[in-house]
């Protein structure tokens, strides 16, 4: 698909989106390959599964993970529009702390907080009923997307400088994820993201590891 063609055609194997989680310890790393291998997978998820089409709207109420960047991408290419607080969206990506807030909601999908995305109940947590368990639900589908999409830098303008590396302390809305991932990656760059509660000191010693150019 045409979502991240620019970043598989400029490197596909080298870091793209970096994740550090300062709550558990994780640390991982996701090339243009594997962005574009599971924006295709939530992509799929998303047309088939839940029987969305361009111009659905979903709501992403987590917290700052990997795996709402990924639904995020998912949603870009398929034209489903993507809110972080509407709760009559046509379906809930959300956290099992925060599912009570869309019980009755017909399509509620719960992201574990694994950081391997391995599920709710695979992670050894029980699902709500009526509730979608994303980790074995989304990796059911296909890591391919045979439907027409848009390139990223068609859907989001930046006036960062080109092949940016940007580290930031993650998102509170979707404008805040917009300007600290899809606008790095829309401009050749790559986003580094600090999650959990850190100190000045450590955000410093992974810019320096990092090799980050730009803070926001």
Request: no cysteine.
């Given at each position: 698909m045409e979502l991240l063609s620019h970043l598989l055609a400029l490197d596909p194997a080298s870091p793209r989106f970096t994740v550090y989680n300062e709550s558990t310890g994780a640390r991982l790393d996701f090339s243009a390959i594997t962005l574009d291998n599971w924006a295709?997978?939530?992509?799929?998820?998303?047309?088939?599964?839940?029987?969305?089409?361009?111009?659905?709207?979903?709501?992403?109420?987590?917290?700052?993970?990997?795996?709402?960047?990924?639904?995020?991408?998912?949603?870009?290419?398929?034209?489903?529009?993507?809110s972080f607080d509407d709760p009559e969206a046509d379906a809930i990506f959300t956290s099992l702390d925060r599912f009570s807030q869309y019980e009755g909601h017909s399509d509620v999908l719960i992201v574990s907080e694994d950081p391997f995305g391995r599920g709710v109940v695979e992670s050894g947590g029980e699902l709500p009923n009526g509730a979608?368990?994303?980790?074995?639900?989304?990796?059911?589908?296909?890591?391919?997307?045979?439907?027409?999409?848009?390139?990223?830098?068609?859907?989001?303008?930046?006036?960062?400088?080109?092949?940016?590396?940007?580290?930031?302390?993650?998102?509170?809305?979707?404008?805040?994820?917009?300007?600290?991932?899809?606008?790095?990656?829309?401009?050749?760059?790559?986003?580094?993201?600090?999650?959990?509660?850190?100190?000045?000191?450590?955000?410093?010693?992974?810019?320096?590891?990092?090799?980050?150019?730009?803070r926001l």
């Amino acid at each position: 698909m045409e979502l991240l063609s620019h970043l598989l055609a400029l490197d596909p194997a080298s870091p793209r989106f970096t994740v550090y989680n300062e709550s558990t310890g994780a640390r991982l790393d996701f090339s243009a390959i594997t962005l574009d291998n599971w924006a295709s997978k939530v992509g799929n998820m998303l047309l088939e599964e839940l029987d969305l089409e361009e111009g659905s709207l979903i709501t992403i109420d987590l917290p700052v993970s990997w795996q709402a960047a990924m639904i995020m991408l998912g949603a870009l290419a398929t034209g489903v529009e993507v809110s972080f607080d509407d709760p009559e969206a046509d379906a809930i990506f959300t956290s099992l702390d925060r599912f009570s807030q869309y019980e009755g909601h017909s399509d509620v999908l719960i992201v574990s907080e694994d950081p391997f995305g391995r599920g709710v109940v695979e992670s050894g947590g029980e699902l709500p009923n009526g509730a979608i368990d994303f980790g074995p639900t989304v990796r059911f589908y296909g890591d391919q997307f045979f439907h027409p999409t848009r390139a990223l830098p068609e859907l989001i303008s930046s006036e960062l400088p080109a092949g940016s590396r940007v580290l930031s302390t993650g998102w509170k809305d979707r404008a805040e994820f917009d300007t600290q991932v899809l606008e790095p990656l829309a401009v050749g760059g790559s986003v580094v993201i600090v999650a959990g509660l850190t100190t000045a000191e450590r955000l410093e010693q992974i810019a320096t590891n990092e090799k980050v150019s730009m803070r926001l």
